[in-house]
């Protein structure tokens, strides 16, 4: 067990290594790290709305659920709404969802190269393949899966106000009052720091199963498999150990 993750860490060291070199076109690396902007962002955009606002519009009922009571000021609702869509139900919840989407489309993608050999015929070409296949996924999901989270707290803040008015929990300036109220923007430090971490596993964890799978069909099914329980399970220690750290 032991050997197996020593070897598996010194191959994604390797891997990292490789990928850090100068492009030999960066035209062709550009439109390579568009097209990887447009296939981790906008094409997880409708999950990710749609998750989030019922993420919020689901903690706003149940929190109003919890805290009936005269003694609890109804605002109080929407503070907790906010403080646990940005610390973690936003960055942790949508990431977790995005190792599913992203992580398996960039497994799939690499072993399917890897087997069928493009990725030979293109290192015989003289491409380094770990900065012109790795590279630029990792750099697109550092920058476009901090601007998700960021997208789903604020859909998540919103869905929970509209659960408030359609469900009579709280007016709009109860609402309000309990969103500015003792707001801390240590918290969307937290928040962001949790999404680059989150977008680095995402994308390299993947990349890794997927760039050196071996055999056919079958086996990029179980190399992508893989890398998203992997994926997951790192996120949640991950998760533990800058709640840890930060807070």
Not at 80 to 106: Q, W, Y
Not at 172 to 179: M, N
Not at 224 to 234: D, F, G, M, Q
Request: hydrophobic letters at 50%; proline letters at 4%; one cysteine or more.
């Amino acid at each position: 067990m032991f050997k197996q993750f020593f070897e598996h860490m010194g191959r994604l060291t390797l891997m990292l290594k490789g990928s850090i070199a100068k492009p030999e076109n960066f035209k062709v690396y550009w439109i390579e790290f568009m097209e990887q902007c447009n296939d981790i962002g906008i094409r997880s955009l409708p999950i990710v709305l749609i998750i989030s606002v019922f993420l919020g519009m689901v903690l706003t009922v149940q929190t109003a659920y919890q805290l009936i009571s005269p003694l609890v000021p109804k605002p109080v609702v929407a503070g907790i709404v906010r403080d646990s869509t940005i610390l973690e139900l936003s960055p942790t919840v949508i990431c977790i969802v995005l190792a599913g989407v992203v992580g398996s489309k960039i497994a799939s993608e690499l072993g399917n190269m890897r087997v069928s050999e493009q990725i030979d015929a293109l290192e015989i070409m003289g491409i380094n393949t770990r900065t012109y296949l790795v590279l630029p996924k990792i750099i697109a999901a550092l920058f476009m899966v901090p601007c998700l989270i960021v997208l789903s707290i604020a859909v998540s803040i919103w869905g929970g106000y509209v659960a408030g008015m359609f469900s009579s929990i709280l007016t709009r300036e109860q609402f309000y009052q309990g969103l500015t109220q003792g707001f801390l923007p240590y918290n969307l430090f937290f928040a962001m720091a949790k999404s680059f971490t989150f977008a680095f596993i995402i994308s390299v964890v993947p990349a890794y199963y997927g760039y050196y799978v071996q055999g056919g069909a079958l086996e990029i099914g179980r190399a992508s498999t893989t890398s998203v329980v992997v994926s997951c399970i790192l996120i949640l220690v991950a998760d533990y150990g800058l709640s840890v750290l930060l807070l």
